[in-house]
Every structure is written in structure tokens, then in C-alpha cells.
């Protein structure tokens, strides 16, 4: 039975970068899978980011997560899942095997990090609906347990310690 690992947060908070990382300490002795929002979204061609949209695309995510859940130790999803409904549903369904991570960092280190030029994009009016920037759809913190992780004062190994200490320490 698996871990489900939910990191979410802004677009250039370090979810994906984290996952990788953590995935790499855990292969020595589980078996790991990353489910990263944006491939997913490719995958099933989504490409609206409506609050619809959304929802739709982590539910997806959530019953992806169900279908392979006994083939995995660990499945790491790094998805922004701005609404706290979609995670909330994560958690109903998986209860202590759903371990929530917020990621986050300044809006000035995610804009310096750009990683995806979707800042630069939405400073432009290329995108007009970039979550936590120029968008109607605001980041939702959640309501039950989760982790903080600030990226702006953890190294990723710090934040890696953090998050594997979180996992393991909740039963």
C-alpha cells in the first residue's frame, strides 16, 4: 500500500525539483513513482485552466493515484491543485497514506526562478490566468494536516529532510 506525497504550491515553488530529489533517496529501498501535474495535464490534453479544468484534472490525478496505489511504496505527485476540495477529496480517499506538502516560496523567488517562463508570459498578457499571480483562481491553503516547506529558507536538501521526516514520523 503507498504513500501518496501531494506537493503543491505555486508554479517555480520546487514541487517537481523536491520529488525528484526524494525519489532518488527512496529508490534505494522502495519503489517510487512521480505523477507530475504538468506531464499528466499533456498526457490527457488538457490545457484549460479553468476552475473546472482543475478540479477535473486532479481528480484524474487523485484516480490514477487509486489505480496503481498497491504497486508502489511511494507514488510523489507535484501538482500546484490550487482548491482545497481536490485535495481534501485526496485525502478522504487515501486517509493516512496521503501525506500533504505545501510548497512555497516568495512571489518575487518565483518570479526570479521562472523556470517555465510562465512569470515572464503573464508580465506580457501572454498568459492570463497564471494561479497566484494574474489569475481569479486563488491558492486555497488547506483545512487538515499538511507540511509547510518554505523553498525561499530551505536548501532542497533541507526541505528533503523536512519532508522525508514528515512521512515517516505519520503512521
Not at 84 to 104: H, L, M, S
Not at 124 to 130: A, D, Q, W
Not at 132 to 155: A, P, Q
Not at 156 to 168: A, E, G, R, T, V
Amino acid at each position: 500500500m503507498a504513500k501518496i506525497v501531494w506537493l503543491t504550491g505555486l508554479s517555480g515553488a520546487g514541487k517537481t525539483t523536491l520529488c525528484k530529489k526524494i525519489k532518488k533517496k527512496l529508490k534505494k529501498n522502495y519503489k517510487c513513482l512521480i505523477i507530475d501535474g504538468d506531464s499528466f495535464r499533456k498526457k490527457k490534453k488538457q490545457f484549460s485552466f479553468s476552475k473546472k479544468s482543475i478540479i477535473e484534472n486532479n481528480l484524474q490525478i487523485i484516480n490514477y493515484c487509486k489505480k496503481i496505489f498497491n504497486k508502489y511504496d511511494y507514488i510523489l505527485v507535484a501538482v500546484i491543485s490550487p482548491l482545497k476540495q481536490t485535495r481534501k477529496f485526496a485525502y478522504r480517499i487515501f486517509k493516512d497514506n496521503y501525506f500533504e506538502i505545501f510548497v512555497f516560496a516568495s512571489l518575487k523567488t518565483l518570479i526570479s526562478r521562472d523556470t517555465k517562463g510562465l512569470y515572464e508570459l503573464s508580465k506580457k498578457g501572454i498568459i492570463k490566468n497564471l494561479i497566484g499571480y494574474n489569475s481569479r483562481i486563488k491558492y486555497e491553503i488547506s483545512d487538515h494536516r499538511y507540511l509547510k516547506v518554505n523553498t525561499n529558507l530551505l536548501s532542497s536538501n533541507q526541505s528533503i529532510i523536512k519532508i522525508l521526516n514528515y512521512i515517516k514520523l505519520q503512521k
